[in-house]
Every structure is written in structure tokens, then in C-alpha cells.
């Protein structure tokens, strides 16, 4: 069972509507007109991380000072999610990657710098909006919280080359209705 249904089990337990939650997952992204060149802007993205900085800011997430370790060497085991307070999520997602990814330390800096550990794609303006439609369609999320890996260039790229093709294909809407983030959302006043 995918996070989506899970959560809205959770909704549904508790007594509420399921279209009272949108699910709006962080969707991290590098955009080139085409794959190549998309990958080619991720790793001069990537050749600009700083491990140090990095290790530093996800110090309270993952409770440990990772820049006392040697950035060449493995990551350190971090701790169990759900032994520590705040951050559960994100430390999960952290865990998992250094745990299954086999990862230097600096590699592990690098892959969490971009992505913030949230989905990402890398690719042509047609992949992105693929990947999109994908999980919309799924049931997977209701919307997206766009994650650039630089503004304003990449957002500037989203807007100019993929949301054209979300609202060719009916997913992006081309006038906003209401005045509030509520009402574009559809959600009702309680």
C-alpha cells in the first residue's frame, strides 16, 4: 500500500472526508530540452554542493553532526525514525536512502542536497509531465510542491516548457475560479 492510500485510511479512520486531505507530495526536478541536456544540468547542479554545508543543515533531522565523520567514508548508521521527536518522515527517507544506496558520505550529501530526499526527475520537459500525470492519475497526489533546484531558472523552465503541456493535456488549469488557496483547491470552509 502506497503512502497516499495509507493516509487516507488514516483520514477515513478519524472520522473525515478523504477529499478534505489533498496529498501534495515535494516534486524536485531538473528540466533540459532534452534528457541529455537535463542531465547535464544536474550535475553541474550537483558540482556546486558544498557536503559540509549540507551535512550541516540536515543535522537535526538525521541527530547526528555527520560532518565529524570522513567524507569519504560510509554513511554512519542513523538512528531509528521513530525513537527520536520531529522530523520522522524525513529522517525515514534519509535512512533508507544511506541504507540501501550504498553511498559515500559526500555522494549522500550530494543526493540529499538536490532532491531533499523528495522524488525527483531528471529529464525533458515531456518526462516531467509524464511522471505528473502518473501519479495524479494513480491517486498518488492531488497536486505537486515544486522543488527546483535553482530559482528563478528552473521554475522559470517549468512554467514556460512543462505547464503548457499539462494544460494541453487537461491537468493544469488555465484561470484561477476563486481567491484563496482553499478555494483553488476545492476544499470546503469548516
Known sequence: MNFASKLREKVTAAGRAQEEV????????????????????????LDTVQPEHILGSIR??????????????PVPQLPDPESVQGHQSRL???????????????????????QRGHHQIVGSPE??????????????????????????????EFAEHVVPILQERGLFRREYTGSTLREHFGLPYK
Open 22 to 45: 489533498l496529498i501534495t507530495p515535494g516534486f524536485s526536478y531538473v528540466i533540459g530540452s532534452t534528457e541529455e541536456e537535463a542531465k547535464r544540468n544536474h550535475e553541474a547542479f
Open 60 to 73: 537535526d533531522v538525521v541527530q547526528l553532526d555527520l560532518r565529524e565523520y570522513p567524507l569519504d567514508g
Open 92 to 114: 525515514a527517507v534519509y535512512k533508507r536512502i544511506a541504507e540501501t544506496e550504498n553511498l559515500s558520505l559526500r555522494e549522500f550529501a550530494k543526493r540529499v542536497a538536490g
Open 127 to 156: 518526462r516531467l509531465a509524464d511522471e505528473m500525470q502518473r501519479w495524479f492519475e494513480s491517486g498518488a497526489a492531488d497536486g505537486f510542491n515544486l522543488m527546483p533546484y535553482t530559482i528563478p531558472g528552473q521554475l522559470r
